[in-house]
């Protein structure tokens, strides 16, 4: 019993000391003139405007971003007609949905990424395999497990509602004949979608799949201006100054400070998780492993090659960008240490 005293007395010290060193911080304790740079690199207010989205001509159109904002919440653009983008992308929640794994239609393999912010990033999903906002609006639509929709489905509710029709048509002009369309057609749904897409003449194929991209480009320009506000902690960056030292005490508290120090400092989270979104938009490999139902994920490996053989790439047909303005899918990294790496 003594004995069992005296460990538990030693684990008290040594908690005590790690809280003294560690959360006890004095609030006024200074921050050298390299912290300071480096925290104020944080905050919100250093963000650059968002770069254009080469690939997507109508990204920073009005009237792009508004037939997006509704398609966004369009119900009927799911098999159940029950399924929308803000299923998951709840704005209320951050445009995430706060559960472990997503459900759309049926539950998926992974949990649910933010959408705030997301546009100044040069890859999607995490693992890669999206080099446009664009053009992974268009995935979930014929996921099986999200929208399970097709690409003719879709040109059908365009073309059948006028208000979509009319929005439609003033930004990229007539869409394909519904008549000429079959039910419901994709190359990538069921034998039944796949079987009836190859009814379709290529050409044909070609308008209903430039309409589909047409339709992830207008959800991207609405995608586009969801931007994070500032927070406490973007206020105490821009308030600190390498000419005074005194440090601001009243929009931190004293244990906020401290786990800033370590955040910056001995942890070194900032190494991965810099810049006014904190985050390097790079793949690593942290040694998490998967699900215990699910082999583990190739990672970022296997999401560049996904990258470069999607049809609705910076490089593809249906991108309004040139070969030479594809920089990041044409040099992107491929090797074998990105196995396992995640955004």
Not at 80 to 94: D, E, G, I, L
Not at 96 to 123: E, F, M, Q, Y
Not at 151 to 161: F, N, S, Y
Not at 246 to 259: Q, R, W
């Amino acid at each position: 019993m003594m004995k069992k005293m005296l460990i538990a007395i030693a684990l008290l010290l040594i908690a005590s000391v790690f809280v003294w060193n560690y959360i006890a911080l004095p609030v006024s304790r200074d921050w050298n003139a390299d912290e300071i740079a480096l925290i104020k690199s944080m905050s919100l207010t250093r963000l650059p405007a968002l770069s254009p989205d080469l690939s997507n001509q109508v990204g920073d159109n009005e009237n792009a971003a508004e037939l997006g904002y509704h398609l966004f919440f369009e119900k009927r653009m799911s098999s159940t007609a029950n399924v929308s983008c803000a299923t998951c992308h709840q704005p209320q929640k951050m445009f995430t949905d706060g559960l472990a794994i997503a459900i759309g239609k049926a539950a998926g393999t992974r949990n649910t990424p933010s959408l705030v912010g997301i546009a100044h990033s040069p890859w999607f999903y995490w693992d890669g395999r999206k080099d446009s906002q664009w053009a992974q609006a268009l995935a979930p639509i014929e996921s099986a497990h999200e929208h399970d929709f097709s690409r003719t489905e879709v040109v059908k509710l365009l073309a059948q509602d006028d208000e979509y029709r009319t929005a439609y048509q003033s930004i990229f002009g007539a869409l394909p004949d519904p008549s000429l369309l079959p039910d419901s057609a994709s190359p990538l749904g069921s034998e039944q979608q796949q079987a009836a897409w190859l009814q379709l003449e290529p050409n044909l194929q070609a308008e209903v799949s430039r309409a589909f991209s047409n339709v992830g480009k207008v959800l991207a320009a609405y995608q586009r201006k969801l931007n994070p506000g500032t927070s406490r902690f973007d206020t105490y960056a821009d308030s600190l100054s390498a000419e005074t030292d005194v440090t601001p005490t009243s929009v931190l508290n004293g244990t906020e400070i401290a786990g800033l120090r370590l955040f910056i400092g001995k942890g070194q989270c900032v190494s991965c998780h810099n810049g006014p979104l904190l985050t390097n938009n790079e793949f690593h490999n942290t040694g998490v492993l998967s699900a215990a139902e699910q082999l583990p994920s190739m990672g970022r490996y296997d999401g560049i090659r996904s990258a470069r053989l999607d049809p609705f790439n910076c490089l593809g047909e249906f991108s309004d960008a040139s070969t030479e303005q594809c920089l990041e899918l044409r040099y992107a990294r491929d090797t074998n240490d990105l196995v396992g790496a995640h955004k």
